[in-house]
């Protein structure tokens, strides 16, 4: 799991990368060997310390190893400052990732404490100072008990009644399935149908002769060969290509070539050679592939620039398509211009809203959808949305404890960029009845208690029998 977890940590990076300079270079992933490589080294450095102590030793840090802990403070400080101003959302992953993992963390950091009891009771003993030895006793005993008492504080959806788990949310392919072929093409959203998606998303641009297709990005410098074919053409908006001038590019082999999931090795030969003659597609066949397979359709639908020649009619240009290609029943329609014409024009779309808002407001808009961003993750919300047949989709969620959690929390459906590894998952990663999660933390904390006083008492009966042993010989002497 970590590793895809990095994998897209790293294409988020590299995609940001290429939007801001124009070209791709991995140095999300220089960035995290750096991360791992210094943690390593602060690490190695505690347990060098631990031991030390241990046997009774001075410690004394060498002038390279102040200035490599320096250098690692500065470079924490500054990435943080970093990813905290381009991806500040992204705390909030890291809080939900919590939900899932802070129970084994608690077990974790206690035993780690138990650990260092040891050497922390040693030194405790060998201290002939008052005040460091109530400093030092003080900090950890602050530390031990805060551990004691987190647990009262958590909250995770995963951890519930037997029972009262709801099922799996359906799986939605994020672009199709964009690990196993080429974003919003064909390929992908026949590759996210054969792994069992129940739905398809996508990104709806209109050409300059009136024909939406598939484009996520404002250009095509990312997913097409375009500065081979218009190399003077490629930083114009997407939508001012003809669609006879579109059909000229690739749209396939930059997925071979820049390898964005790390997956490309894992292509059949057959899979390789389709993915290289992948082409952008239109909307239309989009929707047939849908149509064909019974799947639902949802997509975002960008407005052409001012000065384009449907930049007033694409809503109408787009509902026409939908309306000839596939039953309107099967559309998920999330655009919000015009709603109340296009509900007018077709009430059997199923009309979707990408923003909360209340019960009321949601029902005299027809919404029978939500599409939100998983970090607005809420059970109850979800549930107050459900009892008024509102169900809610969450995305993009692409790693299995992100799917856990979304499962726990009673989401009906999520986009996903790893549909084929989501569609393998029967069971959450993680859930426990609050019963056995209690049990499971107060016998962590007790057990651990039972043996850090073990520890002092055994270092302190230690002790005093190396003193009254040193005044017998004293006296004998």
Known sequence: ???????????????????????????????????????????????????LLTEGQRLYLHWSHKTGIVVTLVFSVTATAILSDVWSKEWKTLLLSLQVTAPFLHVAAVSLMAILSWPIALHFFRMNRKVRQVAVLGLYLSVLFSLYLVPLGMYSPCIKEAGTLGPA????????????APENTVMSFEKAVEAGGVGLKTDVTISYDGVPFLMHDSTLMRTTNVADVFPNRTQLDASMFTWAELQQL???????????????????????????????PSLAQFLEVASRNGRLV???????????????????????????????????????????????????????????????????????????????????????????NITTNLYVISQPWLYTLAWCAGAQSVTTNSIHILSNIHKPLFLMTPEEYSLMWTLTDAVSAFLIIAVFIFHWYEKRTQTLLSLFLCSVH
């Open 1 to 51: 799991m970590k590793h895809r977890v990095c994998n897209l940590f790293v294409l988020c990076l590299c995609r940001f990368n290429f939007g801001t300079l124009g070209f791709w270079f991995p140095w999300s992933l220089v960035l995290l060997v750096v991360a791992a490589a210094l943690f390593t080294y602060i690490a190695l450095l505690l347990v060098l310390a631990v031991c």
């Open 169 to 180: 949310p359906t799986l939605i392919g994020h672009r199709g399935a964009p690990m196993l």
């Open 250 to 280: 690739n749209a396939g082999d930059w997925f071979l070539s820049r390898d964005p999931f790390g997956t490309v090795s894992s292509l059949s030969e057959g899979d390789h050679s389709q993915a290289q003659n992948q082409s952008v």
């Open 298 to 388: 949802l997509f975002d639908l960008r407005r052409p620039p001012y000065g384009h020649p449907y930049s007033q009619s694409y809503i109408n240009t787009t509902l026409q398509v939908v309306r000839a290609h596939i039953n309107s029943s099967q559309v998920l329609w999330l655009p919000s211009e015009d709603r109340e014409l296009v509900q007018a024009l077709d009430p059997e779309l199923q009309q979707t809203s990408g923003e909360k808002a209340s019960i009321q407001e949601l029902t005299d808009s027809h919404i029978i959808r939500l599409n939100l961003h998983y970090s607005t993750m809420s059970q109850q919300q979800i549930s107050k949305y459900q009892s008024v």
